[in-house]
């Protein structure tokens, strides 16, 4: 056979796969059994064999019939977790087993849409029947086959480039108590990343909030480089759940292909809530807060899947939605022991105007020292420097008790405080790249005195 036939065979054999694999599934036969009990979120059915991950489908095949999650197996019953409302299921419906895993649509196909936890479209555009399809849960590569992180990765966001600066691969938190700023910084950040591919999974948010975070804050040329997942806070516990999951397999996808990827999630706190409502359902015991283990051991599992590949790299942006913006509550202090840095955003900032939010001094990348200069590091400590001993002064400043010239340190910050605050300071439209964030840094810092 001649290359050029050979090359022909391939790609029929490559444009018919989809077609084969549907034949396959149609062919494959069924296996009914029946609900057995309908308890809190959780469904038991009898008369079926599948395994732990598989998909099956409850209620009259005439009918809407619900997809439900197989999470554990006993003798002749099963125990499963609706991927969708219950209304109108009684006991006693049929239960179909479809003898397949849990996958989702991944790869460039996806570039620019918007579909829910399940990967069907909610932009109004064409099914994806074409695109392939990956597992929910794979494993992470082996830690000794990552590669390690040690170049950066451009927000467009110049408090965290110069003074949290992130590196490809890296997982980092955005921890915040609610309005304070977490959706928009992560549409900054989607527009403004020098990333080959956004993953936005909105999890639990409100469903007024979608529209206008799609139209107005990533706006049309963040939506064309991106892929976003979204399961709003009235879906299923169990979709909520899985939204997380299909964000992270897509991420994957484009990372195997050997693309630098931003996977953002808001928020990690709704996705161990999600967790914490299927355990109690299925009986698992309340811990910390309420929390069942599950939740816990579900975020390293979950996080564990972000970071370099072994080509290409998934970096990891999670905001954490703290309780009563108390940054050392359960679900906060266990992402901090699991990422690679935390970012935190003050309520007094966003009461008084100052956009993004973020307290520098509060916030630490445990990359930094792999992803930027020594000349680098020199200017950001100086800022670190300052904006500290200004913040020790600061109550006796605002009453006129301090002297100047006690702290040479306190009255460089006091001097340069309107250009610290203007270089802090940026607008939700401005994407400001990394190197004009260093060079606008070097000049601020040498009206302080340079570096220490």
């Not at 040690?150 to 927000?155: I, K």
């Not at 609610?178 to 948010?205: C, P």
């Not at 996705?271 to 579900?298: K, N």
């Amino acid at each position: 056979m001649s290359l050029v036939s050979s090359s022909l065979a391939a790609g029929v054999r490559e444009l018919l796969r989809p077609q084969v694999s549907r034949a396959v599934d149609a062919a494959r036969p069924l296996v009914s059994g029946r609900v057995t009990s309908l308890i809190g979120l959780s469904v038991e059915v009898s008369g079926v064999e599948a395994a732990v991950g598989e998909t099956i489908l409850l209620g009259d095949p005439a009918g809407h019939r619900t997809p439900a999650e197989v999470v554990a197996a006993e003798r002749g019953r099963l125990r499963c977790l609706p991927l969708g409302h219950l209304t109108g299921l009684a006991a006693g419906a049929p239960a179909v087993a479809t003898r397949k895993p849990s996958t989702v649509p991944v790869g460039p196909t996806l570039l620019g849409r918007v579909v829910d936890a399940l990967g069907n479209p909610l932009d109004g555009g064409p099914p994806l029947v074409t695109a392939p399809r990956a597992h929910l849960h794979a494993e992470p590569p082996p830690a000794m086959q990552r590669a390690r992180v040690d170049s950066p990765l451009g927000l467009g966001v110049r408090a965290l480039d110069t003074l949290v600066p992130a590196g490809r691969g890296q997982r980092f938190g955005i921890f915040a108590g609610s309005g304070v700023g977490k959706s928009s910084l992560l549409s900054m950040i989607a527009r403004g990343t020098a990333a080959d591919v956004s993953v936005l999974a909105l999890v639990g948010e409100r469903g007024r909030e979608v529209r206008e975070f799609l139209e107005d804050d990533l706006g049309p040329e963040g939506l064309a480089r991106s892929v976003v997942v979204i399961a709003t806070s009235d879906e299923a516990p169990a979709l909520r759940l899985r939204a997380a999951f299909t964000a992270t397999s897509i991420a994957e996808s484009f990372r195997d292909l050997g693309a630098d990827c931003v996977l953002m999630m808001d928020s990690l706190t709704r996705v161990a809530m999600a967790q914490r409502e299927v355990g109690l359902s299925v009986g698992e015991p309340p811990a910390t807060r309420g929390y069942p283990p599950s939740v816990f051991a579900l975020m390293p599992r979950l996080l564990e899947r972000a970071g370099p590949g072994i080509t290409g790299s998934i970096t990891g942006i999670y905001t954490v939605l703290v309780d009563g913006d108390d940054h050392n509550e359960p679900i906060a202090d266990n992402a901090r022991s699991i990422l690679d840095g935390h970012v935190t955003l003050d309520r007094k900032l966003a009461t008084a105007g100052h956009f993004p939010t973020i307290d520098v001094l509060e916030s630490v990348s445990r990359v930094a020292s792999r992803v930027t200069t020594r000349e680098q590091r020199a200017v950001a400590t100086r800022l670190r420097q300052v904006l500290a001993a200004h913040r020790d002064v600061k109550e006796l400043i605002e009453v006129g008790a301090y002297a100047p010239g006690a702290n040479p340190d306190v009255d460089a910050a006091v001097a340069a405080m309107p250009a610290i605050n203007a270089f802090l300071r940026q607008d939700i439209e401005e994407i400001t790249p990394a190197p004009q964030a260093w060079a606008m840094l070097d000049q601020l810092v040498a009206h302080l005195g340079g570096p220490a």
